[in-house]
């Protein structure tokens, strides 16, 4: 095109340094100016920025079509209605899809900027744009076939330039997911992002200023309301710069009041504003900031029994967060469990190699069965569930992607169920470690465990029995007996 213009201008005699304007805008104007609608719908957007046909063209319901199936856009081993050890597949998982991944995540990394933008964005963060990705976001769900989903305030609705302004714009985008989720949809959990604003670079709960904590306050205030006027079943705090850089400029003891401070305030508007949903804290170790507060599991138990709290806190237990904590996701889920914590499940995972948060979507069966297996002990996780806390590759850039990551994280975990569920029922594993733990079986073992055992005691049978022999952990069949069930 532009060398048959450049001849034409040529025979107009018109300079060069024209010609070489008129084509570089002719360039620019077909990179910058990417349609917001996509050419195979039969429409496009009108003049009130409403979408006019589907989101996701082309895609079907996503059905259930069995482990031989080769159709991409169908379901292998998740089946809704499927009982497993008495309870439906889709209660034992409450698959949730988290809005900010989905329909927020831009491909951007501390390295490079966003490789995607899908057909309906219009690349700005309007009122009219955030209806637009709720309406998507409820498509989304209807045809991935779940009936739940995750938020952040400013992920939903844009900020505004007071608290006033941002929470009319959470209202309005919250008044149409209301009329868009029916009585069939609604928040497994809310949360307010209380992270990426400047105000929070030293924390919000934990933050050195008094008007940050109130500002932060205020918008958990709000983000409980809307969690509440939605139905959600749990509110989540995840403290994404509640710790420290240096302990050398912090006074930790006074941050960790004031955390406690901050939670007990919410306990107490929770009831207030009788709001039956479970309170969630997010373990996570560091990232962004050096140490954060809430460590690990074991972490934030001692924390919440510290202070009081531990009747009025779960767990969120995020995969990828244990591994970044030294642990397994399974150890982390079994800690979570001993202590009466275990509320719910970022369902993602890490890549070994790569040392920060990549929140991937879980594929690996056997850390799936792991997973379930903690979940099967838990006698499920409702009024929590499974919420998607993953994003697609940076290189995955088209629509579809996002059905075949959620199809295959779903995949997984109910592959790991029906792993676990055959584990459980065959009850090799079970009475290998009965068997490793027998010798407390007995009427010694029972008063030790009854805690009337005492050193006086102990010291007599030690004399009476001698050298103790120690048998075989057996791991190596532990870990055959595991291996067949995947």
Known sequence: FCRRKMLEMKKMKLGPILLLLLCLNIVSSSVGNAPTCPADLGGDCSDSGEWEGEFFPGIPKIKYEGPSSKNPLAFKWYNANEEILGKKMKDWMRFSVAFWHTFRGSGGDPFGAPTKRWPWEDGTNSLAMAKRRMRANFEFIEKLGVDRWCFHDRDIAPDGKTLEEANANLDEVVTLAKELQGTKIKPLWGTAQLFMHPRYMHGAATSSEVGVYAYAAAQVKKAMEVTHYLGGENYVFWGGREGYQTLLNTDMGRELDHLARFLEAAVAYKKKIGFNGTLLIEPKPQEPTKHQYDWDAA????????????????????????????????????????????????????????????????????????????????????????????????????????????????????????????????GSLAKLVRKRYESFDTEIGALIEAGKADFDLLDKKAKEWGEPKVPSAKQELAEMIFQSAL
């Open 299 to 426: 972490t934030t138990a001692n924390f919440l029994r510290k202070y009081g709290l531990i009747g009025e806190f779960k767990l969120n237990i995020e995969c990828n967060h244990a591994t970044l904590s030294g642990h397994s996701c399974h150890h982390e889920l079994e800690t979570a469990r001993l202590n009466g914590l275990l509320g719910n499940i970022d369902a993602n995972t890490g890549d070994p190699q790569i040392g920060w948060d990549t929140d991937q979507f879980l594929t690996d069966i056997a850390e799936a069965t792991n997973v379930m297996i903690s979940v099967i002990r838990n006698g499920g996780l409702a009024p929590g569930g499974f919420n998607f806390d993953a994003k697609l590759r940076r290189e995955s850039t088209d629509v579809e992607d996002l059905f075949f990551a959620h199809i295959t994280g779903m995949d997984t975990l109910a592959h790991g169920l029906r792993n676990a569920a055959k584990l459980i029922e065959d």
